[in-house]
């Protein structure tokens, strides 16, 4: 149980285009999920924290209007990178969590995206 | 500032013998801690979780022991496998302040188990 699924898993594209990543809990309803970025060889950052069926919260740092996060409901969740540029090239992962705030966050496998 | 560190980025075991893996963290905060087994190319695996309540907890071949008075936690797996070669990271959260168990990740560890 508590899978969750990401897609694409990897993208490469143009500068300038806007790329979506779609994060899916398969076998729970997730009110809450997260967004991480990971650069190489250094830990995963929390981007944002997506609650169904209001706006995000971000963390310090990370520009809203860059990284757009739509819950639209208990199973899905999008990050949408607008205008990408080759520095937003990264490794971006999604996690849900079951139940209360005191059980795990379970991952996706991640989105490779790569800016040229 | 990094509140969550991993101080040894790898670590090299033989297989059949304990794996044992560091965490410290800074934030006395904290109150909830987790085990993540990453492989390349894919998402963070759960582990093994521990409340600030206790200072072990044991599963299968993983344990988990917390010293809160160090602010230092450990991950032993026993025997370990040459499957368990991955890296491995180390997470915290501060569940009182009601941040809706915000994660912050050490910089992993990268074990590998030799034959």
């Known amino acids: 149980g508590a899978v969750v699924s990401q897609h694409p898993s990897r993208v490469i594209c143009k500068s300038g285009t806007s790329v979506k990543i779609e994060c899916r809990s398969l076998?729970?309803?997730?009110?809450?999920m997260f967004w991480y970025r990971q650069f190489p060889k250094k830990s995963l950052m929390l981007m944002a924290t997506?609650?169904?069926?209001?706006?995000?919260?971000?963390e310090q740092g990370v520009e809203k209007d860059k990284f757009l996060i739509n819950h639209a409901s208990l199973t899905l969740s999008t990050l949408t990178v607008t205008s990408a540029h080759p520095e937003d090239s990264s490794f971006y992962i999604c996690?849900?969590?079951?139940?209360?705030?005191?059980?795990?966050?379970?991952f996706g496998d991640g989105t490779r995206l790569s800016i040229l | 500032d990094q509140q969550v560190k991993q101080n040894s980025p790898s670590l090299s075991v033989q297989e059949g013998r304990i794996s044992i893996l560091n965490c410290d963290y800074t934030?006395?905060?904290?109150?909830?801690f987790l085990w993540y087994k990453k492989y390349p190319a894919e998402g963070p695996t759960f582990l093994i979780s521990?409340?600030?309540?206790?200072d072990k907890n044991e599963d299968g071949r993983f344990t988990v022991f917390l010293n809160k008075s160090a602010k230092h936690l450990s991950l032993h797996i026993v025997p370990s496998q040459p499957g368990d070669s991955a890296v491995y990271f180390c997470a915290a959260s501060a569940l009182n302040t009601g941040t809706a168990s915000k994660l912050t990740f050490g910089t992993g560890t990268r074990l590998q188990v030799t034959l």
């Open positions: 076998d729970f309803q997730a009110t809450t």
């Open positions: 934030n006395s905060m904290f109150d909830y």
């Open positions: 996690s849900a969590r079951v139940g209360t705030i005191n059980q795990p966050q379970h």
């Open positions: 997506s609650n169904e069926g209001s706006k995000a919260t971000y």
């Open positions: 521990i409340s600030s309540i206790k």
